[in-house]
């Protein structure tokens, strides 16, 4: 067996912990065409300038099977909504994407019709944030994931679109299902495995099956949120159609927390090992903005993107993206590419010219990053002021599989209690 | 000894000891002083502006606020960074002495200076006709009072409005007209709205937005003379096509005017286009020698630009005048190997009829037009301009998010017509010529004459037309 590529590498879970020193390697050839024909970019200047090309595409179905030339043995070209779904506003281009985005654009914080939207949630954010640390007073060992990343994004979105947060338990196992069902990796294809692909599929399923009832409902008769005001919606661009709707609905759901999640898991992880970093927040509350933008850039929540190919050959750094081949853009090397970012292994709270890709660019710009922002600046600032003496019991700490939503399953903390 | 020892010491010495002076207070001026600050320029620092507010922000003074979502004076900008300087408002300056290091200012004050950022930006160009100007109800829009006095107008309700002039300003306020559902005229000389910075192809686009929203627009016309009533308010205007409009609102949106008037017998490389300077924001004299201790940023200035043949180019943009000030401000603290350039591709965005339309380059360098993603019918799409085979410029409407991709065709100078995008295509990509009106011809009459006989007493020498 020939040795493996520095991607390959990256996509074991052995090193989800800490892919960078693969990325290190990887962006010696900032385009590198990998054995299953993927070409994996992972320097920030052709990062960006393929985010912004028109050539390349993020519809699945312009992509033929195969990439030319590629060894059909190797897998890691599937998509994650194989199920039958329509394809959602991340997996589809120009027009039918511009007409979608604006259409829901409208109801999250597009002026003139919402500009408060997302301001006026603020006070609600920080009550559930406040709640979640009254909860921890007493204990001395926290889970930062299950008791503080987790329930603030899952509530807020609900809130958000207007799903009923009784269902959170249902939805938030179909969520894990397809998420752990989701591996691009090297390792072999067993039984296992091929279970877990089968639960995937079936988890998002039947996902889709309750937005479309939740939509059902709405239909009939209108509620509070995104979801009721978009069924209900006859702006200039028309109604979307129901399947549109239904899987942008599970879009927004899926990752209007599971990237937040794992923000402030990641935030406070890296917090606890730069306590140089911590401190300086703990004396400087103000620097909570900019802050976030430097942990979002050390650890990006979506590590890269999967769905995109050339539409054309693409010649860039010295290489041709042939016509058809999957494109793989990988924002957390391109993040942390010492030619754009000096001396992109420190955290640097006050990083001057900070345009990290931590949310991508280019049409496909992250639709909730005012929502992410605002909940990750409380959530963490809040951590930082009120948590005593947190201490990191295991680093690092057990990780998920999925190496594009990459995070960690739980990150103990010792702490010795909690300040009003 | 090396000689880097003692400049660098010399570059110490003037960041912690030197005076600087910035005149215009607002978006140039304020970026400077803060970059200023941040390259480490410990000195005295004095800005000077007319206007008796601390900086604020032109842009919403035409979208927002009058449309009664931000009041004017909430348009303040954000401070960067603590600039420690000596705030002189209220108060113009109104003369450079460059033999004695001086700037004059209206109340007698001279403030001394080791440099100097000009940053005066321009004003607006008022009605021509002082009497008919000078009526109640007839506005311009620049300042923030403006804007304050203009949002309260329409906020009364008028029976029409009439818009003088068709650029950004004039259709911003059409727009804004319409979404307060107020009767509006717009009359404009050319032959559609926007012709000027985008040409006749997308000013056609442009004319068919203003019409589907209700505005009476009136292209290839010129206001001739406004009417008052007996009380001395604004009633009707009459056209040079000798119809009448009733309107009793009137704004002029007649482009601008740059502030150079105070900089007359200074010696320096100032017109009715703006301060010559080099790409580093260095000031030209009338010789076209540049200076070491001028120095100009924002709206006034005026620098050649490589992508552009060196052409002059005075770009009245947001972006330019922050770029500008910051690549200027830290020329004035630095030395020769470390000037930067200003070498920014101009950009522009404009909000209108629902529409965002954002440029990049400088379309009215290009002759040719081709339309090269999205969809003219559904006012989404983007045109790329094009000069001998090259893209120069791109406009957008709704499109903005694809801008990056289009300066990076024009900072490569790419073919035109660049290649056709992969999805959503137009029905024709052929360019067709854009139609911009004839390049300004030069005045028959020189200001400037050379005078002197030797090479090296060969001197430039301004001379003031007499009228
Ligand atoms: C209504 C409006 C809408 C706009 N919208 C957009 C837009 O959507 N997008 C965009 O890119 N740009 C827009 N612009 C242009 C943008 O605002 C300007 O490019 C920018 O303000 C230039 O900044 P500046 O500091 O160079 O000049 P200015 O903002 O003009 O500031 C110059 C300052 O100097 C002062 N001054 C003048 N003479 C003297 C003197 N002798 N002594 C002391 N002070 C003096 C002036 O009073 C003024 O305060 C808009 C402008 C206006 C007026």
Redesign the pocket.
Request: aromatic share 12%; no cysteine.
């Given at each position: 067996m020939s040795e493996e590529t520095p991607w390959q590498q990256v996509l074991r879970h052995e090193n989800r912990a800490n892919p960078y020193p693969f990325y290190a390697e990887l962006r010696k050839t900032p385009v590198a065409r990998q054995p299953n024909g993927t070409y994996v970019v992972s320097t920030y200047r052709e990062v960006v300038s393929l985010l912004h090309d028109n050539r390349v595409s993020s519809d699945p179905t312009k992509r033929p099977g195969t990439a030319p030339g590629a060894d059909p043995a190797e897998p890691g070209t599937e998509t994650i909504t194989a199920a039958d779904l329509e394809p959602s506003i991340i997996d589809s281009d120009p027009p039918e994407h511009d007409r979608n985005r604006s259409t829901m654009l409208r109801h999250f914080y597009g002026p003139p019709q919402s500009p408060h939207q997302i301001s006026d949630l603020d006070p609600e954010i920080r009550r559930i944030v406040a709640g979640l640390l009254d909860n921890m007073k007493g204990k001395t060992r926290i889970d930062v994931v299950d008791d503080f990343a987790y329930p603030l994004p899952v509530t807020v979105i609900c809130k958000v679109l207007g799903v009923p947060l009784e269902d959170e338990p249902r939805f938030h196992a179909w969520i894990r299902d397809a998420l752990e069902s989701f591996d691009l990796g090297p390792e072999p294809t067993s039984e296992e495995i091929q279970r877990e692909v089968a639960d995937g599929h079936r988890a998002v399923q039947e996902f889709g099956e309750y937005i479309t009832e939740l939509l059902d409902q709405y239909a009939e008769q209108p509620g509070p949120g995104m979801l009721s005001a978009m069924v209900h919606d006859d702006g200039p661009e028309g109604r979307m159609s129901q399947g549109t709707l239904v899987t942008n609905a599970v879009l927004l759901l899926f990752a209007g927390h599971e990237t937040t999640v794992n923000l402030i898991a990641h935030s406070v992880l890296t917090l606890l090992r730069h306590p140089e970093a911590l401190e300086k927040l703990r004396r400087r509350p103000e620097l909570i903005v900019p802050g976030v933008e430097e942990l979002l850039r050390f650890e990006s929540s979506v590590q890269f993107w999967h769905t995109r190919s050339a539409l054309d050959d693409i010649e860039i750094a010295g290489t041709t993206i042939p016509k058809g081949a999957p494109i793989f853009l990988l924002y957390g090397a391109a993040n942390r590419d010492p030619q754009r970012f000096t001396d992109p292994d420190e955290v640097d709270l006050e990083r001057p010219d900070n345009q990290h890709l931590g949310y991508s660019q280019g049409i496909h710009f992250c639709f909730g990053a005012p929502l992410a922002r605002l909940e990750v600046q409380a959530a963490v600032g809040e951590f930082v002021r009120r948590v005593r003496n947190p201490r990191l019991v295991e680093d690092p700490p057990p990780y998920r599989r999925n190496q594009i939503f990459r995070g960690p399953r739980q990150v103990p903390v010792d702490i010795d209690g909690i300040t009003d | 000894m090396t000689m880097a020892a003692p400049i660098a010491e010399l570059v110490r010495d003037y960041k912690a000891n030197a005076r600087i002076v910035i005149?215009?207070?607002?978006?140039?001026?304020l970026r400077a002083a803060e970059t200023l600050r941040a390259e480490g320029f410990t000195g005295s620092l004095t800005i000077?502006?007319?206007?008796p507010y601390e900086p604020y922000d032109?842009?919403p003074?035409?979208k927002q606020v009058l449309k009664g979502w931000v009041p004017a004076d909430h348009t303040e900008l954000p401070r960067l960074r603590h600039v420690d300087a000596d705030w002189r408002l209220g108060v113009?300056?109104t003369g450079l002495d460059r033999d004695t290091k001086h700037v004059r200012l209206a109340n007698g004050d001279q403030v001394p200076y080791d440099r100097v950022l000009i940053?005066?930006?321009?004003r607006a160009r008022q009605w021509p006709n002082p009497t008919e100007a000078a009526l109640e109800g007839v506005f311009a829009?620049?300042t923030r009072d403006h804007a304050a006095r203009l949002q309260q107008a329409l906020a009364a309700r008028p029976s029409r409005v009439l818009v003088i002039g068709a650029g950004?300003?004039g259709s911003e306020v059409a727009s804004v007209c319409r979404e307060l559902d107020l009767p509006v005229t717009v009359a404009e000389r050319g032959p559609a709205p926007l012709v000027g910075p985008l040409g006749g192809v997308i000013g056609e686009i442009a004319a068919e937005m203003q019409r589907d929203h209700g505005v009476d627009l009136r292209c290839g016309v010129g206001v001739s003379s406004l009417e008052g009533d007996a009380s001395g308010h604004v009633r009707r205007a009459q056209l040079s096509d000798d119809t009448t409009i009733e309107a009793d609102m009137v704004l002029a949106a007649l482009g601008s005017i740059r502030?150079v008037e105070?900089l007359e017998g200074s010696g320096l490389a100032a017109g009715i286009w703006g301060v010559g300077c080099d790409a580093g924001g260095r000031a030209f004299d009338i010789n076209g020698v540049v200076t070491d201790s001028v120095f100009v940023?924002?709206?006034?200035a005026r620098a050649p630009h490589v992508l552009y043949e060196y052409e002059f180019l005075a770009m009245?943009?947001?972006?330019?005048?922050v770029l500008g000030a910051e690549v200027t401000a830290h020329n004035m603290v630095n030395l020769e190997p470390h000037y930067y350039p200003h070498l920014l591709l101009p950009g522009?965005?404009?909000g209108q009829f629902g529409v965002n339309i954002k440029s990049v380059g400088v379309p009215p360098f290009g002759d040719e037009i081709a339309f090269v993603q999205g969809s003219v019918k559904d006012r989404r799409f983007a045109a790329a301009y094009g000069h001998r085979g090259r893209i120069v410029a791109a406009v957008t409407f709704n499109q903005g998010k694809w801008l990056p991709h289009y300066a990076g065709l024009i900072e490569r100078s790419a073919p035109f017509p660049p290649p056709p995008s992969g999805w959503d295509q137009p029905d024709d990509l052929k360019p067709i010529p854009a139609e911009f009106p004839e390049h300004g011809v030069p005045t028959a009459i020189p200001d400037v004459v050379l005078t002197g006989h030797d090479p090296s007493e060969r001197r430039a020498e301004f001379r003031p037309r007499r009228r």
């Open positions: - | 005149v215009g207070a607002s978006l140039a001026g000077i502006g007319d206007e032109r842009p003074l035409s113009a300056a940053a005066t930006g321009t829009l620049r950004f300003v502030n105070w940023a924002g709206d006034v009245e943009h947001w972006d330019n005048a522009f965005w404009s």
